[in-house]
Each structure stands twice: as C-alpha cells, then as structure tokens.
C-alpha cells in the first residue's frame, strides 16, 4: 500500500454476474457512493437493454454516471475519465467511500492507471475506406495489426473497429501506457461457472424481454435514436434494431442476444484475467452471495479501509 493515495473499491465482473448487488450491500455498509463503470449505461433511455440498476434496487445509495449522456452521441473513454475523476473527489469530501462497479474493463483501467489514451486525429480519407468492409472484414485486419486491442474489442462494432484500426495504422501496435497509480484500490471479482452464468444470462435476457425492452427500443428509435446507432451501441440495441427494421424474427434476435452475451462476457473474463490484483469470490448458491458469502468479502473490505 502507498500511503496518501485515496481508497477506492472496485467491483468487476462479467455481465449478469451480480455486480451492482454487492456494491449496494457493500455501500450500505460501510458508507459508500456507486460510480457505474458502464460504457453504455452513462446513456440516458437505454435502461433495460443494459441492465440499468433501479432506483428501487439502489436502496437509497447514490449512483453517479447513470444517465449522464444523449445516446445519439459517443460518450468517450475521455469524458469518462474526467467526469469519474471529478465524482471520486466529490464522494471523497463528503466522507463517504467511492465504490466503482462494472464490466468496462477498458474504463476501469483508464480510471485507476492513468491511462495515457493515444493523440490520434480521425482520418475521414481512412474511415471513408474501412466503411465500405464489414465488421469480419475490420477485425481481421485488427487481427494482424494490433492483436492485443483486438483481443478485447466487440468484433461487431464497426465504429470500435475503425477507430481501433484508424489508431492501429498511425501509431502502430500500441502498448498500454500507464502512469503511475492514482488510488489505493480493492479490487473484488465476481465469478461463477461457465454454465451458471449462462444460465443466468438466458434468465436475464427472458425477464428483460418480459420486462418491455423491445418496447423500450422502439420508444428510443422513434424519440430520434436510429437504427444505425443502435447498431452501434452493441448487443442488445443492436439485435433490437434489426427485428425492429423486420431483418429478424423474435425467436431469431433472442438467440443470436444469447450467443452474442455470452461471447461478450467470455472477453471480459479474458480482460479482467489480466489483472493479478482482483481478489475473486465465487457465489455459493445461483441466486448470488449467500451470507456466509458476503461476511467474507465484508471481512475483506474491514481489512482494507482499516490500513493505514
């Protein structure tokens, strides 16, 4: 440990792993505020479709970074940084313990290291060129050029995908660049098996669906959101989009979700692996942490802000 840096906690996980949960519970506990570590929930509307904690399920606690952004336009990893920055000041003079929790492995890691993000200018010439490939051709090249970003990058994005490869050409493969730490940081993991958490996906995904999200896409495209920024904002809104525009059936969009889910949480494991600090906590039962579950993390918690 550094002394005078600020304590943080961390909570990560793959999507549907229980995240926001524990950060309540943990928030309720030892006073905390929750900063969402989304890169799609700081939109506002995209509730459902990302699993948007609600207010119901804050139980009071504050969450900062929900709803921060029009969905008609990129929220940068940037932006991200500063307004994270600037919330973990505010927590911290109010006295209260920053809690950040998501499965944005790329925003966490800027947050906490420093992240030096590349200077690279958009190259309209470059990006009028890799618009005409698809999303499989794009990857592929990323494949070859930079295979550490493409490692953890949703091969269908092609926006991500073209800025990935816009960076890739003028700097070459880029090393990630870290200063030196800005927080004393806790991280806790959440992981389960390989068939829980596919079965907690599938269940998730029904109530969802159940829920109104299909509704919910619909309301958002015909308040101004197309089709082809849904595409873009990934899974869910992408899927949504396109029975929306009838290219799919129900049945099609539910399956092609579940695959494409599972997929993506099997990149955040990859991600999140990396990382030799995170302290991992497997649930005992399916429906999440048990007591004697949560004592545990909580005695690990104790620990951490008792350090001087």
């Given amino acids: ?11 990560v996980g793959q999507t549907a792993s229980g995240k926001s949960d524990l950060a309540v519970a943990l928030a309720k506990k030892y006073g905390g505020e929750v900063i969402s570590a989304d890169s799609r929930q700081v939109y506002r509307g995209l509730n459902l ?19 921060v952004a029009d969905p008609r336009r990129t929220y940068s990893v940037a932006r991200y940084i500063k307004d994270a920055r600037k919330k973990l000041r505010y927590i911290v003079i109010k006295g209260k313990v920053p809690i950040v929790v998501g499965g944005t492995g790329f925003y966490i890691d800027a947050l906490l290291h420093g992240t030096v ?12 060129q890799l618009q005409k490939l698809s999303a499989a051709q794009l990857f592929q ?8 970003r493409a490692r953890t990058i949703d091969p269908h994005n092609k926006v991500r ?7 890739a050409k003028k700097l070459g493969k880029v090393p990630p660049q870290k200063q030196s730490r800005k927080y004393n940081t806790l991280m806790l993991g959440i992981s389960w098996s390989d068939a829980v958490l596919k079965k907690r996906i599938r269940e998730r995904m029904l109530k969802r669906v159940q ?20 595409e873009e904002l990934g899974l869910e809104y992408r899927y949504l989009a396109r ?9 099609q969009m539910l399956t092609e979700l579940e ?10 494991k990859t991600w999140f692996k990396r990382n030799k600090n995170i302290q991992w906590f497997t649930p005992s039962i399916v429906e999440g942490f048990s007591p004697k579950d949560r004592k545990k993390i909580e005695k690990t918690v104790a620990l951490f802000l008792a350090e001087k």
């Fill in 117 to 128: 993000l590349p200077d690279v200018r958009p190259n309209a010439a470059l990006r009028k």
């Fill in 161 to 167: 995908l073209i800025r990935a490869l816009e960076i």
């Fill in 141 to 148: 090249r990323l494949q070859k050029c930079d295979s550490r």
């Fill in 1 to 11: 440990m550094k002394p005078g840096l600020q304590k943080i906690i961390v909570i």
């Fill in 211 to 230: 829920g109104g999200m299909v509704a919910e896409a619909r309301q958002l495209h015909k308040g101004g959101l197309s089709f082809k920024r849904m």
């Fill in 49 to 67: 479709g990302t699993g948007k904690i609600t207010k119901k399920e804050m139980r009071g606690v504050p969450h900062h970074l929900l709803d």
């Fill in 259 to 268: 695959t494409k889910t599972w997929q993506y949480a099997k990149r955040q």
């Fill in 243 to 251: 029975y929306l525009k009838g290219d799919m059936s129900k049945e």
